[in-house]
T-cell receptor, first 113, second 116 residues
Framework: GENVEQHPSTLSVQEGDSAVIKCTYS??????FPWYKQELGKRPQLIID?????GEKKDQRIAVTLNKTAKHFSLHITETQPEDSAVYFC????????????FGKGTSLLVTP | GAVVSQHPSRVICKSGTSVKIECRSL??????MFWYRQFPKQSLMLMAT?????????EQGVEKDKFLINHASLTLSTLTVTSAHPEDSSFYIC????????????FGPGTRLTVL
């Protein structure tokens, strides 16, 4: 089945710096790659997603890149703010599973003022 | 955006009892819903795929007789944890996708189950 690896598990940056989280996946049939931000006790919130026909997507301070050949995708957050502190999950959907999601293990991001 | 609701948001029960969790799609008809489980400080793990009008598909390692799923209508799927034990304590989250854009998932707010 699909396996999604996510690194790092924890990341601490100073306010204003950039944060990068990387994920790899194993199933070449995966074609949808969302990133979620989850605060304690809350549902995952979609922050950005990318589909396999696109290599890069940007939304203000957040960007995602996808390398289908290497089967990896990354989340980039620029000009980080303390409110960006949360757990971030990457995921890959698998068409044959009805677009269920396989999640990475998560990255706990801490932005210090 | 699409709205998915879950009920209850929090439940505490005694060991051996059964708990039913409801997941409703409020904005569109959902032929497929997904159930995930998240243990503390861990990731979301897919438990099963709920299909309207047919049997659910369970992921490896998930006991279908313990986690009963019913998807009797296009807007409601239920997960019943039967004979709950403390190790079933977890955060249960459902999701569904808009038929017009099947890959984007919309998550419910989750149900925190604590089994004493």
């Amino acid at each position: 089945g699909e396996n999604v690896e996510q690194h790092p598990s924890t990341l601490s940056v100073q306010e204003g710096d950039s944060a990068v989280i990387k994920c790899t996946y194993s199933d070449s049939a995966s074609n949808y790659f969302p990133w979620y931000k989850q605060e304690l006790g809350k549902r995952p919130q979609l922050i950005i997603d990318i589909r396999s026909n696109v290599g890069e997507k940007k939304d203000q301070r957040i960007a995602v890149t996808l390398n289908k050949t290497a089967k990896h995708f990354s989340l980039h957050i620029t000009e980080t703010q303390p409110e960006d502190s949360a757990v971030y999950f990457c995921a890959a959907s698998i068409k044959d599973s009805g677009y269920a999601l396989n999640f990475g293990k998560g990255t706990s991001l801490l932005v210090t003022p | 955006g699409a709205v998915v609701s879950q009920h209850p948001s929090r439940v505490i029960c005694k060991s051996g009892t059964s708990v039913k969790i409801e997941c409703r799609s409020l904005d569109f008809q959902a032929t497929t819903m997904f159930w995930y489980r998240q243990f503390p400080k861990q990731s979301l793990m897919l438990m099963a795929t709920s299909n309207e009008g047919s049997k659910a598909t369970y992921e490896q390692g998930v006991e279908k007789d313990k986690f009963l799923i019913n998807h009797a209508s296009l807007t409601l799927s239920t997960l019943t944890v039967t004979s709950a034990h403390p190790e079933d304590s977890s955060f249960y989250i459902c999701s569904t996708s808009d038929p017009r854009r099947t890959d984007t998932q919309y998550f419910g707010p989750g149900t925190r189950l604590t089994v004493l």
